[in-house]
């Protein structure tokens, strides 16, 4: 909501700075008249640029001070600081009261006030680079002053409560995980809130049905079945009381108490199964399918509107940008020297060679210079990464070039080449996972693993030997990162212990474990052999980071119910280690307990006590099974609304909105092909003959980065390839409005709509914007 | 796929029959020389069209015998007989061994012998209407004459060696929902297998990732916890087997046993929790929501693809009717006397003033004769539901006219009009509601029974004299119906009910649950008035009859693993009702049961002794939880794989499909306004002023039927309107593929393409059709 308000701020701080700069005038920006000013000219345009570029929608103040202070205020140190911060702050809860490591109330409290303080900073830059006005009004600023002012608050009452000796609650600390949503950095986070905030009038009406609908079945449940005397297992009367109908039946929902519930009503008479087979299909499977159904389309639809605004605001920011730099009279242009001057500032560690190419795909023609459009397309080109390989003899032919050319050494290289290679290794990786099966105390298992070993540092070398060391361990080549990484810890940790073992005899489980841990996870590689798998694989790898935004949004949630959960459910439940001799492990330590299923099925553990079991304990509600009885006989009814409240919020909205998401994900990876600008770039690349060979690349889903045999083609046969070839890696997203903006401009006349819109208001006096 | 590949035919059968007719000629159509021949021209094109409309792709031959058998074999009688035929040979399941109510063999296979012969005829009379070459060459019957030939077989050995006294199993049991499947009318039944199908690929691709996750998963755990010497709660050893380990976590993806299977390594330590958090993110929730990405991907392209390839055959076949009809010279029309006789040919119940508006629809400028495109939408516009009100004047009007007229009976009829009447009900609802959930031994509440009764009574009473009593029980009034059966049955349930009790004290146990369910049916009226949950119901309630091939699909799968299920498990597990003395009633007659959770949670209904059981077993594991204790008590372990091929087919698959449809039907219900053709009908009734008042029919959603006070509006002012008043009532689709073609018809360009194609062979000499 709020950056998208802002965002129409820009033009209007750009005119007054270009006033303060110039003393008015209509055509300031075609005759600047000294250094300086065309200097603060270019910052202002790099500035635009990179938050157009990064999709940042921040109304800074357009005087210079400012602008410094706003690059500085975006500096990556900063951003990872508040989150190094905000981490801090949430982690306190470990330490305090229910703590798993008790520290003193002084200690959690100063290390508190640290963070608030440090958000406060954080903040008071904020103000600085915006206008006041725009800052006042922005609610996430109000917000973080309210958490602060709150969170200070709590912790005097607090404190003077202890100190006076009465009962107090930390209650400030559920609003703790909101600065997460409210810094300026939670940009997605915030989004995911809107999109759901926007959906919900939807689920409450489809909520409120399908508990009506929940509420009449029970009904008929009492009038049919709480007259007929039947028991449950545990000797209860079943279905007699109206509201521990409803409530089994919500848990039959999630069929979490099926078929169990069923079994009294089935054993007396087999017509009864009817009753819940009618239940379950009507209220399990289409009500539940309704509510994905509307949380994927809500969150289609709402996203399509937001990212919408997000690229007229960015296609707005390069416009700025444009009229800073522009030259000419009525079709303005930008000159090349300009646009050079301006690509080294945005991207300081950019490569010649890439800046020529970008070039190369914005000035078609060769003109020397770039109108509106072309230039506006900068801030997508920069976001395509484009991986310049150079191209390299091995070190060891220029070193021994005579061992290296001799006729054994290019068998070798063939050998490695080849694809048999790869057929053995995983094959050999296959007889790996038998042997890793087998008991590894039996003496031959474990030096076969020695042997295992030995072969796989072999590859290693062998590819080493073959491809040029640069190019086989640059940052694009997951897998050859991956194997080695794995390998060489699997090779120390397996020394170690041999060590240990041989010195005092003595084994450190700790060591054993990350020893089966590295060598399972080398199985892993076989996939990577695998075709169709890797599709799959590199779709999901795709997909993870943006998961991330979820991360975060179960974070949230988790965190201010476990900090309710704490304050209403700690210490009912004990957990008793398993050498324990005393009798109070057999109930958990609660009398109440005594012979319930939750005692028997050890579930003690399963409690509010620290935060660290409130984490493990609310995941198993999200998974859902066995949830009734993890909470029945944990304490009062009324609990129970602590529960459901959670499944509602956890289990129907949020993991409908993660299900909304991996599908519509997968769906656009696999139909929709790279999109307009993407292939131009790619084109240019193939028209200049900088590409490499594409052959076993099948477009759409196989990255480049896996294919090894073909990727380091260029060290092989350099007399006849130009020494730089570049390849495109942006099927990765570096960020979640990429996905985004592919996922709804696809199929879309969304980009060409844009366009028109932005080029219709050519001075950007009054861009209209319609809020969300 | 047979009958895609079929339906290029018509043209081909077409042409012969004109040759046999009139001795070849090209110009054959255009100058028939005989009243019979002309009457067989509108017979054979009466039979396209209906076929278009119907969706129908039977390749018939086209000479008049043919024709003649063709419409004998398309008649509904046949088609509800052959599906009698069916549920009778399904049925027999409850009859044989395993039997819920034991016939002798003898009967059985004297049914089934007359199910055979009729499937047997049908065959028969199908293969008279089509040329044998293409009889032949159709899949779906070689499939039946196999499956009547095989049940044939099995029947005499399975007799043979009964007499012989030899143990022997009726196999061909498994075979009999494939009938369902095979003969003509399961078209969307064949359509939903083959969308499977063609999903395949993918899925087990997906499936093979997902199981080599789950066994390095389960190797890591083996590594990690089996040498810790952990236990079970049942004392068993934890995680030392690494195929028990598989099967568990293979469980743990369906969270049926979630959180039991962690707590033995998460008590010993809360590190191991991360090993299952990590095996929950990816393999439950990740893994099964790619599941469903990749079945609703295939689905919906696949289903597209057939979409379009039944348009295709549709306008074909119209084309086909054109050409019969057609007159004139270079640009060929066919005039409204010629296309009358055909529409009430087609669908002779069909209303004078209805054909006349469908004409009008067609013949937009008033030229007495209509084109090609204009004919060729025919077919679409008969399935257009049009509802023909007449306005009648009530019968009391008329009747006793002085009295009807008077200014208390029109101060009544107000009152009944008016919103509060509604509001009113639906106040004396919800109080009854409270009445039924008290304990109704009580004599205020039985007596206030009668009283809201009686209130009800009088509600359908008042609104019978307010409204016209045929307007009020037309057909599409589904709530009238609805409150008119429930109530009166009610009256009559509680009177005899009533009259049992006063009799002889006796009250019958059914009756009094009858009672009670259409008590609680009652309350679900209230729901009609909310706006926003009429607006979800009526989509759920569009949707529901297309769920019927859900319901087929699951009925046959079931069918088949409770027909393997029954052979292989029968008897294993025996039930004995709660007052049974048998000791063995403990652990279900098998004594390996004794001191199991499958015996202790008194699961031993669930078992595979009749089919009923079986059925509910099957469905008990659909729902998943508790499967795993379900089946593992049950029998030998290699039982598990029928389970798990269980989950598989019914779970993974069908259910992903299930979900998909309602995602797609759903979004598409709240996103598609309605189709060109349609509103093209409405804008012609607009425009004849022949529509009702549409104030509170709000477009998309509601559909009219529903809104009782503005229905009946033309009864109450028959004088400035006219007495025949239209309304489209298409809303609910009488077939799946209406649905379907709207579906992928809005946002497509699809129709327009098509006519476009078959625009282009004018003469349909060799239609190209792309096979699926």
């Known amino acids: 909501m709020s950056e998208l308000e802002n965002s129409e701020q820009p033009a209007a701080a750009f005119s007054s700075e270009l006033k303060g700069a110039t003393n008015g005038g209509q055509d300031s920006c075609e005759s600047p008249d000294n250094m300086k ?43 990872v600081l508040v989150y190094v911060f905000i981490l801090v702050d949430l982690a306190l809860a ?133 007259k007929r005397n039947l028991e449950t297992i545990e000797g209860a009367p079943y279905f007699t009381n109206y509201l521990d109908i409803v409530f089994d039946l919500y848990v039959l929902v999630t069929t979490a108490n099926s078929p169990d519930i069923m079994m009294p009503a089935y054993n007396y008479s087999s017509f009864f199964a009817l009753f819940f087979i009618l239940y379950i299909v009507i209220n399990t499977y289409t009500f539940m399918s309704v509510f994905l159904a509307v949380v994927y389309n809500n969150y289609k639809k709402y996203l399509k ?76 080109l920069l976001n395509i990464q484009v991986i310049t390989l150079k191209s390299r003899a091995h070190p060891l032919h220029t070193w021994i070039p005579a061992i290296y050319e001799s006729a054994v050494s290019k068998l070798i290289c063939r050998m490695v080449r080849h694809r048999m290679f790869v057929y053995l290794y995983d094959a050999i990786i296959l007889v790996n996972a038998v042997f890793i099966g087998l008991d ?7 030096s076969a693993e020695w042997f295992f070993l030995t072969l796989y540092v072999l ?24 194997d080695t990484i794995i390998i060489v810890s699997a090779l120390l940790a397996t020394v170690i212990n041999a060590a240990l073992k041989s010195s005092g005899g003595y084994t450190s489980r700790q060591i054993l474990d990350i ?90 553990k399963n409690n509010f006590n620290d935060v660290v079991s409130s984490f493990v304990l609310l995941l198993e509600l999200t998974v859902v099974n066995q949830w009734h009885d993890i909470l029945r006989d944990v304490t009062h009814v009324s609990a129970r ?52 060979e594409q052959d076993h690349l099948d477009g759409n889903l196989v990255d480049a980065m896996e294919t090894q045999d073909n990727d380091m083609g260029p060290a092989d046969t350099p ?12 099927k990765r997203y570096s960020t979640m409005d990429g996905l985004l903006q592919r996922m709804f401009e696809t199929g879309t006349d969304l980009s060409a709509e844009v366009i028109a819109d932005t080029s219709e208001d050519m001075n950007f006096s009054n861009p209209s914007f319609s809020p969300a």
Request: with cysteine; charged share 20%; net charge positive.
């Open 515 to 604: 020893v089966f841990i590295l060598r399972v996870l080398r199985l892993i590689r076989v996939v990577d052999s695998i075709q169709r798998f890797r599709a799959i694989i590199n779709t999901l790898i795709k997909i993870g980071p943006l998961m991330l935004t979820f991360g975060q949004l179960i974070l949230v949630v988790y965190y201010i119910f476990a900090m309710v959960g704490m304050e209403l459910f700690k210490g009912k439940v004990q957990f008793f280690s398993a050498d324990s001799p005393d009798p109070a492990r057999e109930y958990c330590g609660n009398a109440l307990l005594k012979d319930t299923l939750f005692a028997r099925n050890n579930y003690c």
């Open 37 to 79: 000013d065309v200097s603060l000219r270019f910052d202002l345009a790099a500035v635009y640029v990179s938050d157009a570029q990064h999709n940042r929608n921040i109304t800074f103040d357009a005087s210079p001070p400012s602008v410094r202070l706003y690059l500085i205020y975006n500096h990556w140190m900063l951003h």
């Open 305 to 380: 509107e937001e990212v919408r605004q997000l690229v007229r605001a960015k296609r707005q920011k390069m416009c700025h940008a444009f009229s800073l730099l522009k030259e000419g009279g009525e079709e303005p242009v930008v000159s090349k020297a300009h646009w050079n001057r301006l690509v080294r500032l945005v991207q300081p560690d950019i490569t010649n060679a890439h800046r020529e190419l970008l070039w190369n795909v914005s000035d078609h023609h060769n003109r020397g210079h770039i109108g509106k459009v072309a230039f506006v397309q900068l801030a997508d």
């Open 719 to 730: 007399s006849t390839k130009p020494t730089i070839m570049f390849k495109i890696s942006s």
């Open 641 to 692: 609304i602590f529960f459901v409240l959670f499944h509602i919020v956890v289990v129907i909205i949020i993991m409908n909105i993660f299900v909304a998401f991996i599908l519509e994900a997968f769906i656009i990876e696999y139909i929709v092909e790279k999109n307009d600008l993407q292939t131009s770039l790619e084109k240019k690349i193939e028209e200049l003959n900088l590409c490499v």
């Open 440 to 446: 590894e105390e039996d003496p031959v298992v474990s």
């Open 94 to 226: 470990l330490f305090e009261e229910p703590a798993l490591i008790p520290l003193p109330v002084w200690a959690t409290s100063m290390i508190e006030l640290i963070c608030l303080v440090a958000f406060a900073v954080r903040l008071a830059h904020f103000a600085k680079v915006v206008p006041r006005r725009i800052f006042l009004r922005d609610p996430k600023n109000i917000c973080i002053i309210v958490i602060i002012t709150l969170c200070l608050l709590d912790m005097i009452i607090y404190g003077a409560l202890k100190v006076s000796g009465n009962y107090a609650v930390r209650w400030s600390r559920v609003l703790r995980p909101l600065l997460l949503v409210n810094v300026t950095e939670g940009r997605q986070l915030r989004r995911a809130f809107r999109s759901i905030r926007n959906a919900l009038p939807q689920i409450l009406v489809l909520f409120f049905l399908f508990m009506f609908s929940v509420l009449i079945f029970s009904l008929m449940a009492l009038k049919l079945m709480g």
């Open 459 to 482: 590859e290693i070398l062998l590819k080493l030997y073959t491809f040029e060391p640069r190019t086989f361990f640059a940052r694009h080549h997951f897998w050859n990162w991956f």
